[in-house]
Each structure stands twice: as structure tokens, then as C-alpha cells.
């Protein structure tokens, strides 16, 4: 079984390999079967013009992200457990939010998976979702769970965008174009950024790489620079595969094919690179969605284990249950759980704003949990105006969770 906890990384090497999987469990966890389809959709729709949401939706989540590190990373404490010391029972109810959210999308993960294996390989849905989640329980059972955590979505997520690159290269998009949008775009669709950004930062995913450097070790005043560092970093890697896929996807629609509705991302990178790009996206979705059963597995049981020394010592059964929980509702489902994924979605959006409202107060009244230090106003600015646009996805959540039941 894999070690329970995990020591402080004591070389260069250890830090960095920490530091660079906390970034890619982040980015890896952002880059599920959602993201992909969601890119292809607004490709589709808005053309070379969408590169200004992706720009300005980057932005936005780094100003996100740079707030959410620092405070968990120079704390050395857990979102949750923050909450409750703002107010005793808050970080309660931010880890149920978290767990029922991270459980529901890891069904849509697991069947992301079947279907990458189905597209690369031709295998039977059942059996390519079965397999890949022992394959992420496998992981968790290894003797040394974080690190092959961290190395498996480095690996992945390298070649991921090494993939999807030279498919947005032989699809020949539009770059000037595109380049041009990016700044002065034809068309701004607000709709469109404000779901990128809940998709980037929403729900686990906000917390996946900052939870990771606590277990870490890498915390306190000391590692700013390096916990800053690596929040950006995340972003950017997420950003890269977004900015990619959407070449890939423009260089075909600009082309003047009309994709298919069933799953247009695979028929772009078919038009684009014939059968062999038709595999490559099997193995880009399968990926993607492994790495994201991944990451909502950690992250979700992170919220969960600091309640109680018995729960921190069966963590890895902990997320394995989780996995396996995941993989066996999708087994039962004769259909994607679309409402469920629907609701998780809009509870994501939810938790958005409540849990970043909670650690910019800590930026802000709580000095105490940050062990005396000043916290940068002009970061507490920016954070403050990201927390005011998290607020209007998370009304669009409330009338999304109210439409279910009508």
C-alpha cells in the first residue's frame, strides 16, 4: 500500500519534480473530456475570434490562481480547514460541495476514457473505462503514490500538447488571424469566457496543484516565489493546450468542412491528419480524461482527510473507493449522466466564489493563519475583481441548478 504522508522534499530534484507535478495535477485536472469538446463548440461557433476568450479567460484565472496559491501555499493549510477557521462549519460544507461535485464529474471522466480507448484502440466502452480506472488505482496502490502521480501527468501532459500540436500544424489554421482576434477579435462573446473560466478553476480543479505542494511540504513565507511561480506556470500549460486544440480545430473549420455533431473533436483531427489523426485523438482524449480521474480523486479526498487522523491514514483506500465509486456508476449508466454532469457544473460554479471569497478574508482580515506575512495589495486587487466575476458565474449556477427541476 502507498505511504500515507509524505516528507518534506529535502534536494533540488525532489522540490522540483514536487513543484512541476503540483502544476501539471492542476493543468491535467482542467484538461478533461469537457474541455475538449467545449474548445471544438466555441471553435465552431465564433471562429478565429474565440482566441480573445481564451486570451482574456487566461488572464482572468491566473488572477485566480495566483490568489488560491499563495494563501494555501504560505498558510500550509488546507482550503477547508481555512474555512472552518474563518467560521467554524464553512469548510464542512466546502468539502461536501467539493466531494459531490469531483465524485459526479469523475463519471463523465471514466466515460471520457472508454471513449479515448474507443477511438484509438476500438475497445468495447465498458471494458475501456474498467481499465482505466485500475489503471488510476494502480497508481494510488504504488509504494510511492505522489510521486507516480506526479510523473504519470507530466508525462501525459507533454505529450498531450505535443500531439495536439502537430495537428494543429497539418490542419494549416488561420494564425494571422487568429493572432489578430486575439487582441481586437470581430466578435466578444462574454458567455463564452465565463465558461472557460469556470471550467479552468471551478469546483477541485482550483485547488488540485495547491493541496499538492501542502502534501508536499512545500509551504510557509519561504516558498513564495516558488508556489507563485508554479501557479502561473499551471495556467500557462493549461492555456497552451487550449490555444493548440484551437488551431487544430480552426485550421479545419476555416477550411470550410462542417464537422459532425456526435463528436466533432475527433472529426477534426481526422479531416486534418486522416486515420492516424483520428487515433491520436483517441489517445489525446483518453489522456486527457485519465489524468482528470486523477485529479479529482486526489483533490476530492483531499477535503476530506484532515477531518480526522483515522480518514489521513486510509487515504490512499480513500481514493481508491473514490475511483472506484466513479467506475462502477458509469458500469450501471446505459447513457452519459448528463444531468448529474449539468448539476456537478453548476455547483462547481457555486464553489468558485465561496471558497475564494474565504481565502482572499484570510488575505485580508487573517494575517494570523499566514504567520504575520504581508500579503501584496495590487494581488488582493486583482483577486478581489476575479472574486467579482467568479459571483456572476456562480448566479448563472443558481439558475442552471433551478432549471434541472423544471
Known sequence: MAEQTEQVPRSGTAKRGALLGAVFLMATSAIGPGFITQTTQFTVQLGAAFAFAILLSILIDIAVQLNVWRVIGVSGMRAQDLGNKVLPGLGYVMAALVLFGGLVFNIGNVAGTSLGLDALVGLDAKIGGTVSALIAIGIFLSKRAGVAMDRIVVVLGVVMIGLTL?????SGPPVGNAMRQMVWPDTIDFLA?????????GGYITYAGAHRLVDAGITGPEQVK???NSSVLSLLVTGVMRLVLFLAVLGVVAGGVALSGANPTADAFQHAAGEIGLRMFGFILWAASI????????????????FSPKLERSRNWLVVAFVAVSAAVFLLLDQAPTTLLVLAGALNGLILPVGFGVLLWVALRRRDLLGGYRYPRWLLLIGVVAWLLTLYLGVNSVSGIVALWQ
Open 193 to 201: 469566457i465565463t465558461t472557460l473560466i469556470g471550467g479552468t478553476v
Open 166 to 170: 502537430y495537428v494543429a500544424v497539418v
Open 226 to 228: 516558488s508556489v507563485s
Open 291 to 306: 489524468t482528470s480521474v486523477v485529479g479529482a480523486a486526489y483533490t476530492s479526498v483531499s477535503f476530506l482527510v484532515t
